[in-house]
């Protein structure tokens, strides 16, 4: 049975669920997580022409479609270490964009030297559990571990497991990541830091917790860190936690 309007839109905040996702497919919901950028990014006064980075994209579009209905037109750097995930992101927002992108096949920890001292803003979406995952796996085990399709929940939810077994290992690569996005963010100088750390459908679903919990954790210390420029996040759609969003204003 199919969604109404009404079942999606009650006083004007969309319901996010997995019967939303199920009707809309991945296209449809990565329409919705753009439109909610779309509004963070005129809620917090980024300029249409302006220069800024987004962090590990992957190949999935959401901030381009959030940036295309907000008529961005500047130049974006886009910060991601997978050669596919790069062009496939870059050729999709070429195609949506009219601004200038600008590729950087670097890591996290070694992008400074590829972007400018003073950005007007830093942009990512879910990118944490991602960047602690790849701290924590071989090369191997990372592209095992993301090759393997929605199906294989059990194969992800076993690794996991096995991971989050070695405490100590599993605090070192958090605290790398937070320190990777304090260089970046010291060294780019940024009006703005917007990170979208929201919990993962599919994890939850299927009783994986602690990616979510090990991102959410590094979230929380770099908003420690940057405790006087924080902000809490406010949009008119639906975010159903907005501690999982870190907003950043320096100026």
């Given amino acids: 049975?199919?969604?109404?309007?009404?079942?999606?839109?009650?006083?004007?905040?969309?319901?996010?669920?997995?019967?939303?996702?199920?009707?809309?497919?991945?296209?449809?919901?990565?329409?919705?997580?753009?439109?909610?950028?779309?509004?963070?990014?005129?809620?917090?006064?980024m300029q249409k022409k302006s220069l800024i980075v987004e962090v590990a994209?992957?190949?999935i579009?959401?901030?381009?479609?959030?940036?295309?209905?907000?008529?961005?037109?500047?130049?974006?750097?886009?910060?991601?270490?997978?050669?596919?995930?790069?062009?496939?992101?870059?050729?999709?927002?070429?195609?949506?964009?009219?601004?200038?992108?600008?590729?950087?096949?670097?890591?996290?920890?070694?992008?400074?030297?590829?972007?400018?001292?003073?950005?007007?803003?830093?942009?990512a979406n879910?990118?944490?559990?991602d960047m602690i995952s790849g701290k924590l796996f071989t090369k191997k085990g990372f592209?095992?571990?993301?090759?393997?399709?929605?199906?294989?929940?059990?194969?992800?939810?076993?690794?996991?497991?096995?991971?989050?077994?070695?405490?100590?290992?599993?605090?070192?690569?958090?605290q790398e990541v937070i320190d990777e996005w304090c260089k970046l963010i010291d060294s780019t100088n940024p009006d703005l830091v917007v990170i979208a750390q929201y919990e993962s459908w599919f994890f939850k679903l299927n009783h994986i917790p602690q990616p979510d919990k090990h991102a959410f954790d590094v979230l929380q210390a770099i908003k420690k860190k940057y405790k006087k420029y924080s902000l809490n996040m406010k949009n008119k759609y639906y975010i159903e936690d907005s501690r999982r969003w870190l907003i950043l204003k320096f100026r």
């Fill in 1 to 45: 049975m199919g969604l109404s309007k009404k079942d999606l839109y009650y006083k004007g905040k969309a319901k996010i669920d997995n019967r939303m996702i199920n009707l809309f497919g991945d296209f449809g919901w990565n329409q919705f997580t753009g439109a909610i950028w779309e509004d963070v990014f005129s809620r917090y006064g």
């Fill in 57 to 59: 994209p992957g190949k």
């Fill in 61 to 123: 579009n959401k901030i381009g479609w959030g940036l295309s209905r907000y008529r961005f037109n500047g130049k974006i750097y886009i910060v991601e270490p997978d050669i596919k995930s790069l062009k496939s992101i870059t050729n999709q927002y070429k195609r949506i964009l009219k601004a200038e992108i600008k590729g950087v096949e670097l890591t996290l920890d070694k992008c400074t030297i590829a972007l400018p001292k003073k950005v007007n803003a830093i942009i």
């Fill in 126 to 129: 879910h990118p944490l559990d």
């Fill in 143 to 174: 592209d095992k571990f993301f090759g393997a399709t929605y199906k294989n929940a059990s194969f992800k939810r076993e690794t996991w497991k096995k991971l989050d077994k070695d405490k100590k290992r599993v605090e070192k690569a958090k």
